[in-house]
């Protein structure tokens, strides 16, 4: 069969804080693999059909870090669709499909919408279970994923499937209480929804129209108005914006009478908490799992997570650690559900706590910093700017700064001045100079910024040329 298929990348990241930020959600880090979930995700979809396109849906802030991440595999396999707004699933599912539509001719073509944060280490049995999948879509069926529960949860939607009719779905059910999920699981004819969906488009588009005519309106006006920026095709917001924010669940699964369900024939988590990743990953001994810089005494069945520095437990038990380079998270391990961690960021974004959308180390698409002293009147920053690649030239009201090339080699435009730099040379930018680096060889150009002045805000940046697009 031929694929097209979708991948939803505009997770905003809360549950998973502090490792997991808004700038930098968890389909973009390696929790349980040495590759992103992200990564993984497209490394499954490829074993379907390596000649296939795909489209990825995302947001402004993750769109240098979708391309980052999917380069590897050549971005002409890509198209990089990119949100205005956030609108949930439903629109994001018609743009893509209808975009994809420009250049699939072949009316056989299955889609497969799939998000691009969850965990799935059994490609055969995702791969056996699309295969089957695709065969009830292929005879006009919309069919939806469900996994079959193994507990109790209260975290997940549920699609109870026919008793009599092996694949026909009788309900929808929204997130049940303890006592409802239990009965749900001695039913055995109750799955939770994957949120992963596979159908032909031209049985999609019909009943959408059916049941949701404006999410069609609206994001048809927003394709048509879109502007390719790059390797982005950018939506127009103020249609964008106009279109119900609602889910495909409630736009047409529920509605529509071409609904189908297929058991997920492998292991999958929506890694929806740090209880349910602590799940899936390995333990030592004493049912811990430990990771960086740990010595753990008389600690049991803890995840101790610590990227920077020294952690060390003595007598505790069913604690979730994290540690990161600007803030560290202590809980109970029952306790860091999603509701729970949701009144912390609360809390953090009524004080406009900047750990709420950033980590210490912020990546750009030329590369990254890390801020690593931040203090009235002056910060010091690490950079590093990728091969073959540039900052903006830009200029900076309020601040002045010194760099230190301290790796490779950097070409320095100050004013109307261009200077080589090598590792151990300085050189000085005066506040209100046009300046920029750029780095052209094989290897990454690696500084030291002193920044000086009376504001050093990011916002500071007037830019007159960027390799990136950016305003």
Same mark, same amino acid.
């Given at each position: ?94 743009i893509a499909t209808v975009q994809a539509l420009e250049s699939v001719d ?31 879509? +292929? ?82 006006? &927003? ?133 709420? +959308? ?30 073959? &690649? ?82």
């Open positions: 069969m031929k694929y097209h298929s979708i991948i939803l990348a505009g997770g905003s990241g809360t549950r998973l804080w502090p490792l997991s930020r808004k700038k930098m959600p968890k389909q973009f880090l390696n929790l349980a693999e040495e590759r992103s979930l992200l990564k993984s995700t497209i490394d499954r979809i490829f074993q379907l059909s390596e000649t296939q396109k795909i489209s990825i849906i995302c947001n402004q802030e993750h769109k240098f870090l979708v391309a980052d991440q999917a380069k590897e595999y050549g971005l002409e396999n890509f198209r990089i669709i990119v949100e205005p707004a956030s609108r949930n699933t439903a629109i994001a599912m018609y072949d009316q056989s073509t299955i889609f497969l919408t799939v998000p691009s944060d969850h965990l799935i280490k059994d490609d055969e049995g995702f791969k056996q279970t699309i295969l089957k999948a695709s065969k009830i879509a +292929d005879e006009g069926r919309l069919v939806a994923l469900g996994i079959k529960p193994t507990k109790p949860s209260t975290a997940f939607g549920y699609i109870k499937r026919a008793e009599k009719e092996n694949f026909k779905i009788k309900e929808f059910v929204e997130k049940p209480d303890i006592k409802t999920a239990q009965e749900f699981l001695d039913d055995g004819n109750y799955f939770w929804n994957s949120g992963m969906f596979i159908y032909k488009a031209n049985i999609f588009l019909e009943e959408l129209e059916k049941y949701e005519n404006k999410v069609i309106k609206f994001g048809k006006q &927003s394709l048509n108005l879109s502007k390719i920026n790059g390797d982005f095709i950018e939506l127009d917001e103020e249609s964008f914006i106009k279109s119900p924010d609602i889910s495909i669940d409630y736009a047409l699964m529920e509605k529509t009478q071409k609904a189908s369900v297929v058991e997920m024939q492998s292991d999958w988590s929506d890694l929806g908490s740090f209880d349910q990743l602590f799940e899936i990953l390995p333990k030592d001994d004493h049912g811990n799992y430990v990771k960086g810089d740990v010595l753990s005494v008389n600690t049991k069945n803890s995840y101790i997570n610590s990227k920077s520095k020294l952690i060390t437990t003595l007598g505790v038990k069913d604690l979730t650690i994290v540690d990161t380079d600007d803030a560290l998270l202590i809980s109970d391990r029952k306790n860091a559900t999603n509701e729970d961690l949701k009144s912390v960021l609360s809390k953090l974004n009524i004080k406009n706590r900047s750990e709420v +959308d950033d980590n210490r180390k912020v990546i750009r698409p030329w590369g990254w910093y890390d801020s690593l002293l931040n203090k009235s009147g002056f910060q010091v920053k690490h950079i590093c700017v990728n091969s073959h &690649s540039s900052i903006s030239l830009q200029r900076h009201k309020y601040r002045a700064e010194h760099w230190i090339v301290v790796k490779g080699t950097g070409l320095i435009t100050v004013g109307k001045e261009k200077i080589v730099l090598n590792e151990n040379e300085s050189i000085f930018i005066p506040q209100g100079a046009i300046h920029r680096l750029e780095n052209n060889s094989e290897d990454p150009v690696e500084i030291v910024e002193v920044q000086y002045g009376s504001y050093l805000g990011e916002d500071d940046i007037e830019r007159f040329e960027d390799i990136f697009g950016r305003e």
